[in-house]
């Protein structure tokens, strides 16, 4: 029996998931940690840095919430400040001129919210990845460990290849962000989260995410090993692909539905 | 910078002008709004013929078509994509009933009005959203309407121009019009790349979604005279923080303090400022 929405919510949100950086310490080795965007300071929310998988190297991203109170505080519960979008954008660009590929992994409830985030230009970060995630050179696979809260989750989301945990959500609005827009009560959260059709399924009905990831064993090692392995693969497959800049773009380009007619007949997908 | 006085609140009645509030016998048949800033009653016919501004200098909203009407050289516009309507993908609640109302009440199909025009002889592609659609919100139809325009202009070697108002992502479109802002920004990237110049003017409200992908975007960025300009919303920032936020958090002046836009241009002065811009940027584009 599959879950309710909000109830994938809770789960998505749950203290005791693993985070971020378990996945970076369960699937590669050699993980060096780099700090800083060059240009303001050094975003907790995201932890990224150079290491290796099956050898090879690469460039791994992770918004990191923490597991303890204290953790959570300090990573401002993996909601990013500008300057962990501009930190993630100087690893992309140094994995594109050294040619390796790049893995982030999403977990955050959205960009970080505040009076600095918005003098030091939220939006315009957001927008800057975006941009230049779309023609980065090197292959990109992005995967969703939790939440994926709207343009804060995007961000790290321009992918080759988008994987969702099963209990992971990716929405454009927190359930009851929604709630409280639409029926001024944010207590109708799961009356919304159905509606916002924010689950793995779903996100891979509309074709917005490749590959829903199962979590029988999440956590285990033997659940690192099997993700690590799907990775090592999709990599292989990615590094060949002689077009991968216009198969990105298309990949996004073709997401939407709309009518082209007046009489509102749905016909793009 | 005298067209940036209207920000400070007059002290008294003499500094605003007079005592504004007493009603005077007006023409009848002449309809008027009230200056949100000043306070003074504006009949509409003076308020149209000044471009939707205020003697004060307060820029009120405006709808996407006048302002069009506004930049493109006379009887230079043709409307591209204008069939390109939004549906009800994720059969949310009372979403395709607002739909309805809005398109009927604002006598728009959608939130964004595209196409070409000249102006100040130069031809360029031009888009401008419409705060009385659904507050120009971006779902799957305004994405591919701006996608469409830049892969034209992309195509055509033009500059584009786009005025942004926008309350975000629609949410009623969940995770599809999110996937917007990438597919949107993907385009701008390709336009950009070809070496063609893209102007945008942010206006009044212009946040959320639309701010994180290409409001955010332009070569050169311009901004209207007190327009809310951000990612967060202030009352949701204010609610999280539960701090007082600074005066004139997120106005035009703050984000060009902050640098996040190269210019506040009121009006009255932005046709000039865009041709002369587009003139400057004449050329671009790789072959």
Same mark, same amino acid.
């Not at chain 2, 230079?76 to 390109?84: G, T």
């Not at chain 2, 204010?238 to 600074?246: A, C, D, G, I, R």
């Not at chain 2, 703050?254 to 811009?277: C, N, T």
């Given at each position: 029996?599959?879950?309710?929405?909000?109830?994938?919510?809770?789960?998505?949100?749950?203290?005791?998931?693993?985070?971020?950086?378990?996945?970076?310490?369960?699937?590669?080795?050699?993980?060096?940690?780099?700090?800083?965007?060059?240009?303001?300071?050094? /975003?907790?929310?995201?932890?990224?840095?150079?290491?290796?998988?099956?050898?090879?190297?690469?460039?791994?991203?992770?918004?990191?919430?923490?597991?303890?109170?204290?953790?959570?505080?300090?990573?401002?519960?993996?909601?990013?400040?500008?300057?962990? !979008?501009?930190?993630?954008?100087?690893?992309?660009?140094?994995?594109?001129?050294?040619?390796?590929?790049?893995?982030?992994?999403?977990?955050?409830?959205?960009?970080?919210?505040?009076?600095?985030?918005?003098?030091?230009?939220?939006?315009?970060?957001?927008?800057?990845?975006?941009?230049?995630?779309?023609?980065?050179?090197?292959?990109?696979?992005?995967?969703?460990?939790?939440?994926?809260?709207?343009?804060?989750?995007?961000?790290?989301?321009?992918?080759?290849?988008?994987?969702?945990?099963?209990?992971?959500?990716? %929405?454009?609005?927190?359930?009851?962000?929604?709630? %409280?827009?639409?029926? @001024?009560?944010?207590?109708?959260?799961?009356?919304?989260?159905?509606?916002? @059709?924010?689950?793995?399924?779903?996100? !891979?009905?509309?074709?917005?995410?490749?590959?829903?990831?199962?979590?029988?064993?999440?956590?285990?090692?033997?659940? !690192?090993?099997?993700? @690590?392995?799907?990775?090592? @693969?999709?990599? /292989?497959?990615?590094?060949?692909?002689?077009?991968?800049?216009?198969?990105? !773009?298309?990949?996004?380009?073709?997401?939407?539905?709309? %009518?082209?007619?007046?009489?509102?007949?749905?016909?793009?997908? | 910078?005298?067209?940036?006085? #209207?920000?400070?609140? $007059?002290?008294?009645?003499?500094?605003?002008?007079?005592?504004? +509030?007493? $009603?005077? =016998?007006?023409?009848?048949?002449?309809?008027?709004?009230?200056?949100?800033?000043?306070?003074? =009653?504006?009949?509409? +016919?003076?308020?149209?013929?000044?471009?939707?501004?205020?003697?004060?200098?307060?820029?009120?909203?405006?709808?996407?078509? =006048?302002?069009?009407?506004?930049?493109?050289?006379?009887?230079?516009?043709?409307?591209?994509?204008?069939?390109?309507?939004?549906?009800?993908?994720? *059969?949310?609640?009372?979403?395709?009933?607002?739909?309805?109302?809005?398109?009927?009440?604002?006598?728009?199909?959608?939130?964004?009005?595209?196409?070409?025009?000249?102006?100040?002889?130069?031809?360029?592609?031009?888009?401008?959203?419409? $705060?009385?659609?659904?507050?120009?919100?971006?779902?799957?139809?305004?994405?591919?309407?701006?996608?469409?325009?830049?892969?034209?202009?992309? *195509?055509?070697?033009?500059?584009?121009?786009?005025?942004?108002?926008?309350?975000?992502?629609?949410?009623?479109?969940?995770?599809?019009?999110?996937?917007?802002?990438?597919?949107?920004?993907?385009?701008?990237?390709?336009?950009?790349?070809?070496?063609? #110049?893209?102007?945008?003017?942010?206006? *009044?409200?212009?946040?959320?979604?639309?701010?994180?992908?290409?409001?955010?975007?332009?070569?050169?960025?311009?901004?209207?005279?007190?327009?809310?300009?951000? #990612?967060?919303?202030?009352?949701?920032?204010? =609610?999280?923080?539960?701090?007082?936020?600074?005066?004139? #958090?997120?106005? +035009?002046?703050?984000?060009?303090?902050?640098?996040?836009?190269?210019?506040?241009?009121?009006?009255?002065?932005?046709? *000039?400022?865009?041709?002369?811009?587009?003139?400057?940027?004449?050329?671009?584009?790789?072959?």
């Amino acid at each position: 029996m599959s879950l309710q929405p909000y109830e994938r919510v809770k789960i998505a949100r749950g203290a005791k998931r693993p985070t971020g950086c378990d996945y970076i310490e369960g699937i590669f080795t050699d993980f060096f940690e780099l700090h800083g965007d060059r240009r303001f300071a050094d /975003d907790a929310a995201i932890v990224g840095g150079v290491a290796r998988i099956d050898g090879n190297p690469v460039t791994v991203i992770a918004i990191e919430k923490g597991h303890t109170a204290k953790e959570r505080m300090q990573r401002a519960f993996g909601a990013p400040n500008p300057e962990g !979008y501009r930190k993630a954008l100087r690893l992309m660009k140094q994995a594109e001129k050294f040619g390796r590929p790049v893995i982030c992994f999403i977990d955050t409830s959205g960009a970080f919210c505040g009076i600095g985030a918005e003098e030091r230009g939220q939006g315009q970060a957001i927008a800057e990845n975006l941009c230049e995630m779309m023609t980065l050179k090197v292959p990109i696979l992005s995967i969703l460990i939790g939440e994926g809260g709207s343009g804060g989750a995007l961000a790290l989301g321009v992918a080759d290849r988008v994987w969702m945990m099963q209990n992971a959500v990716y %929405s454009v609005i927190s359930p009851e962000g929604c709630a %409280s827009i639409l029926w @001024k009560d944010s207590a109708k959260a799961d009356e919304a989260a159905a509606s916002l @059709k924010l689950t793995a399924e779903d996100a !891979y009905r509309f074709g917005i995410v490749e590959h829903i990831l199962n979590e029988a064993e999440i956590g285990q090692p033997i659940f !690192y090993k099997k993700l @690590k392995d799907k990775i090592i @693969k999709e990599l /292989d497959m990615l590094a060949s692909d002689e077009n991968l800049i216009e198969n990105r !773009y298309n990949r996004f380009r073709r997401i939407g539905r709309y %009518s082209c007619n007046p009489e509102g007949k749905d016909e793009t997908t | 910078m005298a067209f940036l006085n #209207f920000i400070h609140q $007059p002290k008294n009645e003499l500094e605003q002008g007079g005592r504004a +509030s007493a $009603p005077v =016998q007006q023409d009848l048949g002449e309809p008027e709004k009230t200056c949100p800033n000043c306070r003074k =009653q504006i009949p509409l +016919s003076r308020l149209w013929a000044a471009k939707n501004t205020c003697t004060c200098g307060y820029h009120f909203r405006m709808r996407a078509r =006048q302002r069009i009407g506004l930049i493109a050289d006379s009887k230079s516009f043709n409307e591209m994509y204008e069939d390109i309507v939004s549906v009800d993908p994720l *059969d949310f609640p009372g979403y395709r009933e607002k739909l309805e109302t809005v398109q009927h009440a604002a006598n728009e199909m959608e939130a964004v009005i595209c196409g070409n025009c000249t102006i100040g002889g130069t031809e360029c592609a031009v888009f401008a959203m419409d $705060p009385y659609f659904m507050m120009g919100s971006m779902g799957c139809a305004v994405g591919e309407k701006i996608t469409l325009l830049f892969e034209y202009a992309t *195509d055509k070697h033009l500059p584009v121009v786009g005025f942004t108002v926008s309350g975000g992502a629609r949410m009623q479109e969940g995770l599809l019009s999110l996937m917007q802002m990438a597919k949107t920004s993907g385009a701008v990237k390709r336009h950009s790349d070809a070496g063609l #110049f893209y102007l945008t003017v942010l206006t *009044d409200p212009t946040t959320g979604g639309v701010t994180a992908s290409f409001a955010m975007e332009g070569d050169i960025i311009i901004a209207e005279p007190g327009a809310t300009v951000g #990612f967060a919303g202030a009352r949701v920032i204010e =609610q999280t923080t539960k701090k007082s936020l600074p005066k004139g #958090f997120q106005k +035009s002046e703050f984000i060009l303090e902050h640098g996040f836009a190269d210019a506040i241009v009121p009006r009255e002065w932005q046709k *000039d400022v865009i041709a002369s811009l587009l003139s400057i940027h004449k050329g671009g584009g790789k072959a």
